[in-house]
């Protein structure tokens, strides 16, 4: 190699290799060219090199250029070293006239085509660049090319890329490895030139630099089709569980991507370790973060897909049929019909229950030789009009069993089982079998994967449609365990979908909790967990809760209440456990609320606040929640309120307001109106009937003070019950008549007569124009006083019972408080300082002063403009029942006030106070008095042309 090195070299610089005595036949210079350009082999060699050392050949220099261009076309790899001598002979007698002309074919035939027509032109072209890249590195090695400027006549992509340092073999690589390097085209070119010229790479810097450039696209370009691949293959699954069906279209799309990823990673894999590359990072398939969480925290089940062993051989362990059995049933080609044996077959199918009876069938149905179409007819048949649900666990065993050998009866039986699972899903319509049938053959893999899993994804996105709740629920039941072990993350998924559908909105509570309840198949909480679960409570909550709950009744209220009274209810958790035991008056019996209601009154009254706060938006919340479920801790709620109101513990107008809320809660602008329906409480729903009568009957509330609000009260409800579809259950129907005996009220003939009998009280009873509201104020003002006293009263009482008891002691109980009366007095002490904070001293000191400074300008007769002052809210407007219109004194001119003071005891006084008329604080009350009145009447015409809807 060195020796021709040398003498290519000299070429170079004149020295010619000539022959002695060169032939000039004609016939035999032609006949060398077409030789030359037929083949440049091996064999061919040495004739080929003794011809150019005999011929004269100067006249068809231009024709052998031509032939050895054809030759080394078609020159394979073994004839790689016949070709470098023969074309280095050549280039020893032609130089530079041949060299030059040659390296222009090799620059011409390498130059990247800028229209390729299509895939195989690409193809041939890279072909060609494969044997003409290794024959340039060749002849660049032995000399015959040693300069890029080796020729003139160079094409535009040469002067673009050429560089002074840049050697042909550099120049060359440049230009064909970037042809089209993102279709992995150049990747085979770029692998058998490293394997070949591996020390060429080692040595060459500048070969080795745009290898290594090469490489690291490479790599690139490999990580950016993986992902995509990871990417494309998450759509065809979601396009398949979405659709039901294999896209043709991604389908195709990823096997292409596939295998060029594929050509990627192993010319990676090839250039990477050679060129000093670190290899492509290519992630793992894994779950999100989101399917991990659940994956961790619900869904691994130990026990498995089965139950048990003997249910996994079940589904697992299959039958092996003999070949010989096959090939000789399929080989019967008589047309005889099999009826009778068909129907024997059937009967014994039918009668089969355990895995060997089924396996027999298996085996019988060959020996019987059904494999006919007639048969296969009959079979399908047979199994689609089964009505018998157990059996569909047996067909599919033996679908399975014969699965290479009944594909079509298999394709058949799931064509059918799909377009009607599809027709189940949107249409109103449950198949028991079908689905069960349909489960079955998941848990065998009959079913494609996809398939099942558009099914769970269709239920899911369509629950709200009839039954599909259901049908999911059977799913579930039969497959979902299978389906979360084998098909772990595509469940998860699934899931994931199905807790995002449980927080919407549109789902009512009955959907939701049965959303609950598929969890609970799938993950059964176990007997460790659920203890794991369980509250540990302290001897004193267990005992707490024992008497309360279950020793508490009217004869044992007493001493119940003494044990209460010590709570210490400082301690955080005695606190909670207490407002648990007072708040739930539905986990004592009936007849025991009462009492439970007795031991409330003893308690603090800050803790007794909590606890009526707490009832009352139970009951609120159990309106807005509105499941029938709740129903009897709603009445047991709003019986507890009433036997509360009967001890005194809260005004009547916290009743009133409750019965208020009742009835009008949900209701468009707070207003029932049988033209506005509310989701809430439907014109068929009388469930808050009977919460309000349950109020009205255990209250007593026909005190002459609240007769008036209580009038109103009953004609509202009155009007209430006529909005509802009529007519009334009897059952109901019975309790609202009991109710109005009680307190001796008639009801109105129609809807149209309550509206009518409604406006009129409202407007006679004074709350049209909201005289009403202050009175009312005043007397829940009295009635928390009268409340106070009676609660001191109750304490005394039970002082004085417990002196009865102890009568020996009585002198020392006497000289001492009691610890009732501590902690009366704390609490008052408590109810004292909070009165006194800064705002209400605020308020107090500015009352009087302006109190001061009227009585001042009265007595010293100036002008009223003069007492034009803002008084604080504390101030209430006396509106006389008779005399003056709005308040005003026509004698006087004067409006009437009552003034609210504080005693020296902290019990409130009021007194008279007359207020000129051109005042501003009396001039601002008579307006907002007669602004009121008006809306108010306003709202009175409105229920009445309302009500015209029911004539």
Not at 142 to 161: A, C, E, K, Y
Not at 739 to 751: D, E, L, T
Request: aromatic share 8%; with cysteine; net charge negative.
């Amino acid at each position: 190699m060195e020796e021709l090195l040398a003498k290519n070299l000299a070429a170079w610089e004149g020295e010619l290799f000539e022959p002695k005595s060169p032939d000039s036949s004609f016939k035999k210079n032609s006949a060398f060219v077409k030789r030359l350009a037929k083949s440049i082999t091996k064999d061919s060699q040495d004739s080929i090199i003794r011809d150019i050392s005999q011929l004269s050949l100067s006249k068809y220099t231009s024709e052998i250029i031509i032939a050895v261009q054809e030759g080394l076309i078609k020159c394979k790899t073994v004839d790689t070293s016949a070709a470098t001598e023969i074309v280095s002979l050549l280039h020893q007698r032609f130089c530079p006239e041949f060299t030059s002309k040659l390296l222009t074919w090799f620059y011409q035939e390498l130059e990247s085509p800028l229209n390729a027509s299509g895939p195989k032109e690409e193809k041939d072209h890279m072909t060609k660049a494969k044997v003409l890249i290794r024959m340039l590195t060749i002849f660049a090695g032995v000399g015959i090319f040693h300069s890029i400027n080796d020729t003139l006549d160079q094409p535009h992509w040469v002067m673009m890329r050429k560089q002074t340092t840049d050697s042909i073999i550099v120049l060359c690589l440049k230009e064909v490895l970037a042809f089209k390097l993102r279709t992995g085209i150049t990747l085979s070119l770029a692998q058998t030139f490293v394997k070949r010229f591996s020390s060429l790479v080692e040595k060459d810097e500048g070969i080795r630099a745009v290898l290594k450039t090469y490489t690291e696209v490479v790599v690139q370009r490999t990580e950016s089709l993986h992902k995509k691949v990871k990417d494309l293959v998450q759509r065809k699954y979601k396009a398949q569980i979405r659709t039901g069906r294999i896209l043709e279209e991604l389908e195709t799309e990823l096997n292409e991507m596939g295998e060029l990823l594929e050509n990627f990673k192993t010319a990676s894999e090839v250039l990477a370790p050679v060129l000093g590359v670190d290899l492509p990072l290519l992630e793992e398939d894994g779950m999100d973060e989101e399917m991990a969480e659940v994956a961790d925290s619900v869904i691994i089940s130990k026990d498995g897909a089965f139950q048990n062993d003997e249910e996994k051989r079940f589904y697992q362990t299959l039958p092996e049929l003999p070949q010989e059995l096959i090939d000789e049933a399929n080989a019967d080609e008589t047309n005889v019909s099999k009826g009778e044996e068909m129907t024997d077959f059937l009967l014994q199918l039918e009668t089969a229950s355990t895995m060997k009876d089924i396996d027999e069938c298996v085996l019988q149905f060959w020996r019987l030789k059904l494999c006919n179409k007639a048969s296969k007819n009959r079979l399908v048949k047979h199994f689609i009009t089964s009505k018998e649900i157990g059996k569909c666990k047996v067909y599919a065993r033996f679908i399975k069993s014969n699965k290479p050998y009944l594909e079509d009866i298999q394709e058949e039986l799931l064509t059918y089982l799909d377009q009607g699972f599809r027709s189940q899903i949107h249409h109103n319509g449950l198949n028991f079998k079908n689905i069960v049938f349909f489960c079955e053959l998941i848990k065998f893999e009959l079913v494609p994967e996809h398939v099942a899993f558009h099914k769970i994804r269709s239920l899911i996105l369509n629950l709200t449609t009839p039954n599909n709740i259901e049908i999911l629920s059977i799913f579930f039941e039969f497959c979902g365990k299978y389906l979360l072990n084998e098909h772990n993350t595509l469940m998860e998924e699934m899931l994931v979908l199905l807790e995002m559908k449980r927080k919407t909105d549109k789902l009512t509570i009955n959907n939701k909790m049965a959303i609950s309840n598929l969890f609970l198949v799938l993950k059964p909480p176990s007997i460790k967990s659920l203890q794991s679960q369980a509250k540990n409570y302290t001897p004193e909550q267990l005992f707490l809760k024992q008497i309360i709950r279950n020793e508490l009744t009217s004869r044992t209220v007493k001493n119940i209440r003494k044990i209460v009274n010590a709570v210490d209810l400082t301690d955080p958790e005695l606190q909670k456990t207490m407002m648990a035991l007072f708040t739930k008056p539905n986990k004592l019996r009936y007849e025991n609320v009462p009492a439970l209601s007795q031991v409330l009154k003893t308690m603090p009254r800050n803790f007794k606040i909590a606890v009526v706060d707490t009832v009352l938006e139970n009951i609120l919340r159990g309106m807005e929640v509105n499941d029938y479920r709740y129903n009897r801790i709603r009445l047991s709620q709003c019986y507890y309120i009433s036997q509360i109101y009967e001890l005194g513990i809260i005004g009547v107008m916290v009743v009133h307001d409750l019965i208020f809320k009742i009835l009008t809660f949900g209701h468009p602008n707070n207003s029932p109106n049988p033209m506005e329906l509310s989701e809430i409480d439907l014109p068929d729903e009388y469930f808050r009937i009977q919460l309000v009568c349950i109020l009205l009957q255990n209250s007593s509330m026909g005190s002459d003070k609240m007769k008036d609000r209580l009038d109103v009260l009953l004609h509202f409800f009155d009007y209430y019950i006529w909005i509802k579809e009529q007519p009334i259950p009897k059952e109901i129907d019975f309790k609202i008549v009991n109710c109005f005996n009680k307190y001796s009220f008639s009801r109105a003939p129609s809807g149209r007569e309550a509206i009518e009998r409604l406006s009129e009280v409202v407007k006679t009873k004074g709350f049209a124009n909201g005289e009403g509201d202050d009175d009312d104020d005043e007397e829940e003002d009295e009635e928390e006083e009268e409340d106070d006293e009676d609660e001191d009263d109750d304490e005394d009482d039970e002082d004085d019972d417990d002196d009865e008891e102890d009568e020996e002691r009585s002198d020392i109980d006497m000289s001492k408080p009691s610890d009732e009366e501590k902690e009366a007095q704390l609490s008052y002490e408590a109810y004292e300082k909070k009165l006194l904070e800064e705002e209400e001293k605020r308020i107090e000191e500015k009352l009087e002063k302006e109190f001061k400074k009227m009585v001042f300008d009265s007595m010293h007769a100036q002008k009223s403009d003069k007492a034009a002052v803002d008084l604080p809210k504390t101030i209430t407007v006396n509106t006389p029942q008779t005399g003056a219109t709005n308040g005003i004194d026509t004698t006087s001119g004067k409006v009437a006030f009552k003034l609210v003071t504080r005693g020296s005891k902290g019990r409130l006084d009021t007194r008279e106070l007359n207020v000129p008329k051109d005042v501003r604080l009396a001039t601002n009350v008579v307006a907002g008095e007669q602004k009121t009145r008006l809306e108010k009447e306003k709202l009175t015409k409105y229920i009445l042309k309302s009500a015209t809807s029911w004539d």
